[in-house]
T-cell receptor, first 114, second 113 residues
Framework: EPEVTQTPSHQVTQMGQEVILRCVPISNHLYFYWYRQILGQKVEFLVSFYNNEISEKSEIFDDQFSVERPDGSNFTLKIRSTKLEDSAMYFC????????????FGPGTRLTVL | QKEVEQNSGPLSVPEGAIASLNCTYSDRVSQSFFWYRQYSGKSPELIMS????GDKEDGRFTAQLNKASQYVSLLIRDSQPSDSATYLCAVNLENTGFQKLVFGTGTRLLVSP
């Protein structure tokens, strides 16, 4: 069964460093998303991406964040200058040709900012 | 602020019992509703989706939606210890035609053998 994959599973970085989190969505999906979950808190929407551009972003997704689909398979989230409060699980999700389709989540990347 | 509310629990039920999980949402334009299961340290895993008023059954799971009351629930029949997890209610805001899932904080379910 196709699934969303994410790398790395765990990333440790120093405050102020740039990190890139990678995702490979399900191959025939067209809509891509990033969510984050701070430990013990709810899953929060960050950004949605379709047709090589951002379709919506939350107030969390400020100028320090960017997304890119550099090739036909990868979807990345970059944080330019990490802060302690960026420590969280980051989940990539994708869904199919119809925007109302169910979103399928990847296993997540645990980001720890020291 | 568009909110999704869930009782955080824990909801404790004995093995074999019915577990009832509830969720309310604030945005009347919401069109689609999802229940995800999340084990500790893992990603959300889809259990059920529901789009229209009424009941939708899938195996041991039944989702119920009442848009007038802005209420969605999940029933788990014949609960098993492996059902012990946090259940996340998610509501899709489709104002722009694109999905934006808003999650509740989740209800922790404990099924005792």
């Amino acid at each position: 069964e196709p699934e969303v994959t994410q790398t790395p599973s765990h990333q440790v970085t120093q405050m102020g460093q740039e990190v890139i989190l990678r995702c490979v969505p399900i191959s025939n999906h067209l809509y891509f998303y990033w969510y984050r979950q701070i430990l013990g808190q709810k899953v929060e929407f960050l950004v949605s991406f379709y047709n090589n551009e951002i379709s919506e972003k939350s107030e969390i997704f400020d100028d320090q964040f960017s997304v890119e689909r550099p090739d036909g398979s990868n979807f990345t989230l970059k944080i330019r200058s990490t802060k302690l409060e960026d420590s969280a699980m980051y989940f990539c999700a994708s869904n199919g040709r119809v925007s109302a389709d169910t979103q399928y989540f990847g296993p997540g990347t645990r980001l720890t900012v020291l | 602020q568009k909110e999704v509310e869930q009782n955080s629990g824990p909801l404790s039920v004995p093995e074999g019992a019915i577990a009832s999980l509830n969720c309310t949402y604030s945005d009347r334009v919401s069109q689609s509703f999802f229940w995800y299961r999340q084990y500790s340290g893992k990603s959300p895993e889809l259990i059920m989706s529901i789009y229209s008023n009424g009941d939708k059954e899938d195996g041991r799971f039944t989702a119920q939606l009442n848009k007038a009351s802005q209420y969605v629930s999940l029933l788990i029949r014949d609960s098993q210890p492996s059902d012990s997890a946090t259940y996340l209610c998610a509501v899709n805001l489709e104002n722009t035609g694109f999905q934006k899932l808003v999650f509740g904080t989740g209800t922790r379910l404990l099924v005792s053998p």
